[in-house]
């Protein structure tokens, strides 16, 4: 058995303060795991809080080389975690070791991917406009931009994704990379898991001589509250749902100092079956589909949770296939009690509605497992923008919906909330369709799929994981690929500074050698002063 203190981390040392006692249960039996945890107090927030706003000014002034080593020893230390490790992992979560494994790597590979944009140098965004004494009718002065972290972020781990999207996960990273210190709130459903993984960073961080407060974790129902209205948090990261992230929301917009809240929360990822895809492998479109649907019993959130096709025989076939798919599936575990007992809200809301029919699975999930559900629904209510409709049923659930033309499927994307992905499927005859499809789905999502499945994000530096409301709470980030550091940056403009105090991106010589935006134009070249 793993040893594990459930202390929180706090300026690099362990706290235990608080009389309140958490525990990790086994995602399959309910099982009380043997490790125990001291719930936050009020007092150890806001220690952890002032330790990373101590930490801020040391770390962000660090050279970037200094933090990508940093970030590849978190890497090295992530990849170490062993057999035990992984296997503690699926007692929390009822994931298979495959699937963890897998997740270990997606999360030291972020590390890593950030590690690169660090030493690439792009993240800084240079740009310099020199001085123009000469201009008439009025002088330029001499003006230089580059982009700053924000200070300590406040990071809510994901049930999804105990990993990749947890203690050591992306908004984790990408943090980390912009300089800015962490306070991470570890999610209930694993964190034993965070405890492991949240040593393996502090491991990194004594390595590297990074300052104390640089992460710190902190354990507890209800304290993210507190850590999110403490005045030294700069931004918030979080993956959840949506009335968790709303909350979030409206606890940063109502500060004194109100601060940026970059939620992930909740998209139902319409897939569109034209008609010649259907025609020509409406069966095999049925089998990848259910694949998709039913990867990680559902757990996703990038799933598919609806499905939508003109009327005719290739559509009927195809739901026909689809809903025998469906059927045979498996029950499975999900990832905790927690999220068991939302999955059969979400079916029950489903079943109770006279619009919606089941066409597969059983009418009851059996004990402590879940079973696949397919249902229909009558195309007026996504039409009419039925709430239910647009809400993501977190676990293994379908709804297709039958449209009688092109027409009706272009008013039915207009109905739709902001989604983070959206995914044609299509054969060269489809084509012509596909250019005012794609118009209206840019302005309902983050990332376009043409015949693929939006199950599987890669970690690369165009990946866009995020979208408009409800699927984020801003548009203009990804919590997925090298452009999530910019959520944790702010522009920061010197006017006339002298060269020696000018930060090194910004000097006259490009000490970094990387590319800036020199008087309108991309260069790696010297500045020479007018």
Not at 218 to 230: M, N, P, Q, S, T
Not at 235 to 249: E, I, P, Q
């Amino acid at each position: 058995m793993l040893e594990i203190l459930g202390h929180n981390r706090i300026g690099g040392a362990h706290s235990a303060a608080g009389n309140d006692i958490l525990y990790s249960l086994d995602a399959v039996t309910g099982e009380t795991l043997p490790y125990r945890f001291h719930q936050a107090t009020e007092a150890e927030v806001d220690a952890a809080a002032e330790a990373a706003a101590a930490a801020y000014p040391v770390f962000r002034s660090l050279p970037a080389s200094r933090r990508a080593i940093f970030l590849e020893a978190i890497a090295d230390e992530i990849d170490a975690l062993d057999d035990a490790f992984v296997a503690l992992v699926g007692r929390e979560t009822a994931l298979p070791a495959g699937r963890i494994q897998g997740e270990r790597s997606r999360t030291s590979h972020q590390m890593r991917l950030f590690a690169d944009v660090l030493r690439r140098g792009d993240f800084y965004g240079a740009r310099i406009d020199p001085a123009l004494p000469e201009r008439k009718p009025l002088p330029r002065p001499d003006i230089r931009q580059y982009r700053i972290g924000v200070g300590p972020v406040a990071v809510f781990g994901a049930s999804n994704f105990p990993l990749a999207f947890s203690t050591g996960g992306g908004d984790t990273a990408a943090a980390l990379a912009a300089g800015c210190p962490v306070v991470f709130k570890a999610h209930s459903g694993h964190m034993a898991s965070a405890a492991c993984v949240a040593d393996a960073i502090l491991r990194a961080a004594r390595r590297c001589e990074m300052p104390a407060g640089v992460f710190n974790m902190i354990y507890g129902g209800g304290v993210g509250a507190w850590l999110v209205k403490h005045p030294a948090i700069q931004a918030v990261g979080f993956t959840g749902s949506l009335r968790g992230g709303r909350a979030l929301c409206d606890l940063a917009a109502a500060r004194p100092q109100p601060i940026p809240v970059f939620a992930e929360m909740s998209s139902i990822n319409p897939v569109l079956l034209l008609p010649e895809a259907l025609k020509l492998r409406g069966e095999q479109i049925a089998t990848e589909l259910a694949a998709s649907a039913l990867l990680g019993c559902g757990q996703f959130c990038t799933s598919p949770g609806v499905i939508i096709g003109q009327r005719g025989p290739a559509f009927s076939a195809f739901v026909e296939a689809l809903a025998g798919q469906i059927a045979a599936a498996p029950a499975q575990s999900l990832l905790n009690r927690g999220t068991l007992e939302s999955y059969r809200a979400g079916v029950a809301r489903m079943q109770a509605h006279p619009g919606i029919r089941q066409l597969a699975g059983p009418p009851e999930d059996a004990g402590n497992q879940a079973r696949a559900k397919l249902f229909q629904a009558d195309a007026d209510l996504l039409l009419s923008g039925d709430p239910l409709l647009q809400e993501e049923v977190f676990g293994p659930a379908t709804v297709v919906v039958e449209v009688a033309d092109g027409a009706e499927l272009k008013r039915a994307l207009r109905s739709l909330q902001g989604q983070l992905t959206a995914t044609l499927i299509a054969e060269p005859g489809d084509l012509p369709a596909c250019a005012d499809l794609l118009a209206l789905l840019e302005q309902k999502a983050g990332r376009l799929l043409l015949n693929g499945y939006p199950t599987g994000v890669d970690v690369c530096d165009a990946m866009v994981h995020g979208g408009p409301y409800p699927a984020t709470s801003d548009a203009r980030g990804t919590s997925v690929g090298s452009l999530a550091i910019e959520r944790f940056l702010r522009p920061l403009c010197y006017q006339n500074c002298p060269d020696a105090l000018l930060p090194a991106p910004l000097q006259n010589a490009n000490p970094l050698g990387i590319n800036r935006l020199l008087d309108g134009v991309v260069s790696r070249a010297a500045v020479t002063q007018a």
